[in-house]
């Protein structure tokens, strides 16, 4: 079977690795110098036993490096990643577990773990800022700890249909109702000719109006723009916009990718080129084989240290009135799925954000839509 996932040397050492925290504050523990990857920070975790699952490691190891009791904690898998240390090769196993107040309140004075490792409170801004060294398998963590909790989407322009400029209503809606600070996923999705021309104008003119708003932009416009008589212009825009996130490839653009790939099976850095190489990715999956093209795609950026996928968009869950043919899978079909994916997963499809605490039990790290998420 076609795989890129790293071929290693030596065994693997699987770990499970918990990244704890209460509200923005995240648990660290510091690795002395005689281990491996030491004098650095580390996230609670450990070796998997042979006999056991990764969740039972993570409850084990929470348990005997800080005493903190996770059996009844949410785990939400943040995904999984492949590192070769050179003298080791590690899979991480990677989940998300949300404290209780009240286990925040007993166990936050603690300096030291129960194996005598320093313990700190991490904000989160320092953490993803670098404030803290970690080893560099963690870079990918810190990439999937940048995906907010929910994401919006933008109205296709065909909604704005009825309009004598549909374009300048599309603009003006957004500009009205995207909530401060937003991940937004830019998607305008036109279907004359006239209107794609205007679709990366449109973009820019977005992020220029609402500054605040965090953009996720369509992976063939970030292309189109790199492949333009003016890509420098455009690459400088690209890579110096703070506020551009990631690019974003649909379900169909996937298996195009997967199904090229497969005809010329040497991934190198020209392979994936056209997939914006210098930011993350978030990926569309509604499937079982999209959601292997994902973690194959993954898997090679981070062989090739690319700017890791940073979230699959995993939909339909429930029926939407935007893809109203389509047949949803219901939670607990999209719960086993999301399992499957190497990368946080983000449910999408017939929510609201006060669905978030389900959406979280059924594995899923963010929550996506669009008219709910929208403010009035
Ligand atoms: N716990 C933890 N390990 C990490 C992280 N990032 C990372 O690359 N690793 C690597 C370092 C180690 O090679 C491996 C964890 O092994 P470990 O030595 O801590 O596991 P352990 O406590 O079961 O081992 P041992 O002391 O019983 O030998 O994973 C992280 O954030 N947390």
Redesign the pocket.
């Known amino acids: 079977m076609l795989s890129y996932q790293v071929q290693p040397t030596s065994t693997i050492?699987n770990?499970a690795?918990a990244v704890i925290h209460y509200q923005q504050q995240y648990l660290l523990g510091f690795r002395n110098k005689t281990?491996?990857?030491g004098n650095r920070y580390?996230?609670?975790?450990?070796?998997i036993e042979a006999d056991e699952t990764a969740r039972a490691a993570l409850i084990r190891e929470v348990s005997e490096e800080t005493g903190i009791n996770i059996k009844d904690n949410v785990a939400v898998k943040l995904g999984r990643l492949h590192?070769d240390y050179g003298d080791?090769h590690?899979c991480?196993q990677v989940y998300q577990v949300a404290l209780t107040d009240a286990q925040f309140a007993k166990h936050q004075y603690e300096s030291h773990g129960l194996e005598g490792q320093p313990l700190v409170w991490a904000d989160k801004n320092k953490l993803l800022a670098g404030d803290y060294p970690?080893?560099a398998?963690?870079q990918t963590i810190l990439a999937w700890l940048q995906l907010p909790t929910h994401l919006v989407i933008t109205y296709p322009l065909a909604h704005f249909s009825d309009q004598s400029n549909a374009t300048a209503a599309w603009l003006a809606y957004q500009q009205q109702h995207l909530p401060q600070d937003a991940w937004v996923y830019i998607r305008i999705k036109a279907s004359t000719v006239n209107e794609q021309s205007q679709e990366i104008m449109l973009i820019k003119q977005l992020m220029d109006l609402r500054p605040d708003i965090n953009g996720v932009l369509p992976n063939h416009h970030i292309s189109q723009m790199l492949t333009t008589d003016n890509q420098d212009v455009h690459q400088a825009y690209i890579q110096n916009h703070p506020h551009i996130k990631a690019g974003h490839l649909t379900h169909t653009e996937l298996m195009q990718w997967f199904s090229d790939l497969k005809k010329q099976p040497k991934p190198n850095q020209k392979d994936t080129k056209c997939l914006s190489i210098d930011q993350p990715l978030i990926i569309s999956c509604h499937d079982i084989d999209s959601i292997y093209a994902a973690n194959q795609l993954a898997a090679i950026r981070l062989k090739n240290q690319q700017p890791p996928v940073i979230g699959m968009l995993l939909s339909p869950v429930l029926a939407t009135q935007s893809h109203p043919d389509d047949v949803p899978l219901g939670w607990e079909a999209w719960s086993a799925l999301a399992q499957l994916a190497d990368m946080p997963v983000i449910s999408l499809g017939g929510l609201s954000p006060i669905m978030s605490q389900q959406a979280s039990h059924y594995g899923a790290t963010s929550i996506a839509g669009i008219r709910e998420f929208l403010k009035d």
């Open positions: 050492v770990v690795v281990q491996h990857q580390e996230f609670v975790g450990g070796k590192h080791k590690v991480l970690l080893p398998a963690n």
